[in-house]
């Protein structure tokens, strides 16, 4: 039996989050009970890849209750200690505070290879554009630009080791060109390979030549998107999902967030002219706080990793299990004319 599954039986899940978790909270008594809310549940017979929330209440010392989400993240193959020593890293650095909200990093278990944490209550960005509460999601916007801004401005640890190192470069990001490649040919019988590898060389390339050009890093998350930014009450924003945090160039996540962005608005609202104004607003906001000057090389970074990110979607549509080739090929097309016209990620 995988050993994971005891994380998803009450008595079992209850007597780690006691030992644990209990003593980190001395207001706290006891634990009175444990839900449990798989968000991802791939189990294989000796592997797995879960998301778990635990909803707990305790008994506080003084009597009555209180409830807290505790998420546990784990993954048998790719242990998420990293990602709960980033998390970590970033309670001490002080990023949490003054408008941002992280989650609490609680404990790593070597055992199940996963990391629990304490969830941040709210609403992410796709939330707002589903309901196509535009006031909402515009205040939200400037706000993820605020904290991107912040986050970027944080000094390097000392210890670069917690980062992950494949993470660092397009040309090692997981899965990684050959991987998606090879995959992409064999299930489609050569069909969209070479427009793939294409990209994939290019991208690589522009990054490479503007990697050699500084030893400047910056500290990013990595996969920066509308539902990995929470909207926390009504003046406070945070961010989910430690594991690609990475030092690198951070306009990865200016221009990952901008084609996610205009993606979710014109998917869910089929409003061009809209997204394009949210895009500018985001970029504004960094731009006016961070103190860069929007000019030639930054532009052309922004360029590079908004579509980059389109041609990851492109990977995501021809790899999933019901895999959606029409979108690919819309999709590789505007990529196509957005290189040989140089479209701006804002734009």
């Known amino acids: ?42 189990i294989w017979e ?18 009555g209750e209180e ?50 944490y304490r969830a941040i209550e709210g609403n992410n960005l796709l939330h707002y554009i589903r309901k196509d509460d535009r006031p909402a999601l515009e205040t939200n916007v400037v706000r993820a630009a605020e904290m991107l801004a912040k986050l970027h401005n944080l000094p390097l640890p000392v210890n670069t080791n917690i980062f992950s190192e494949d993470n660092r470069r397009l040309l090692t990001v997981v899965p990684g060109r050959d991987t998606v490649i090879r995959e992409i040919s064999e299930r489609f019988q050569g069909a969209f390979a070479d427009d793939m590898a294409a990209f994939y060389d290019y991208f690589v390339a522009a990054e490479e030549s503007f990697f050699a050009s500084t030893d400047e890093r910056w500290l990013i998350h990595g996969d920066a998107h509308p539902e990995n930014i929470i909207a926390v ?6 961010m989910i999902d430690f594991s690609d945090f990475c030092p690198a160039d951070f306009a990865r996540d200016l221009g990952s967030f901008m084609q996610q962005l205009e993606y979710k608005i014109v998917r869910n609202l089929n409003d061009q002219a809209y997204a394009i104004k949210l ?32 041609a990851r979607n492109t990977n995501f549509w021809l790899l999933k299990h019901d895999c959606e080739p029409e979108k690919a090929v819309d999709t590789i097309k505007k990529i196509k004319e957005y290189l040989r016209t140089n479209h701006h990620a804002q734009d």
Not at 233 to 238: L, Q, T
Request: proline fraction near 4%; hydrophobic fraction near 40%; aromatic fraction near 14%.
């Open 233 to 238: 009450g009504e003046n406070k924003i945070g």
């Open 1 to 42: 039996m995988n050993k994971i599954l005891a994380l998803f039986r009450e008595e079992e899940a209850r007597a780690v989050l006691e030992k644990e978790v209990l003593p980190m909270y001395p207001n706290f008594k006891k634990i009175i009970r444990v839900e449990i809310k798989p968000y991802k549940k791939m």
């Open 67 to 116: 409830h807290l989400q505790l998420i546990c993240s784990a993954h048998s193959e790719e242990p998420r200690e990293k990602a709960y020593e980033v998390l970590r890293f970033l309670w001490e650095s002080g990023l949490d505070g003054d408008g941002v909200v992280l989650p609490r990093p609680l404990f790593y278990s070597s055992y199940y290879k996963g990391f629990f």
């Open 279 to 310: 895009k500018r607003l985001f970029l504004d906001t960094y731009i006016n706080i961070s103190g860069y000057r929007l000019d030639d090389n930054l532009q052309r970074r922004l360029d590079l990793y908004f579509n980059f990110t389109a």
């Open 46 to 63: 000796t592997t797995y890849h879960v998301v778990i929330a635990y909803e707990v209440t305790f008994l506080k010392n003084e009597g």
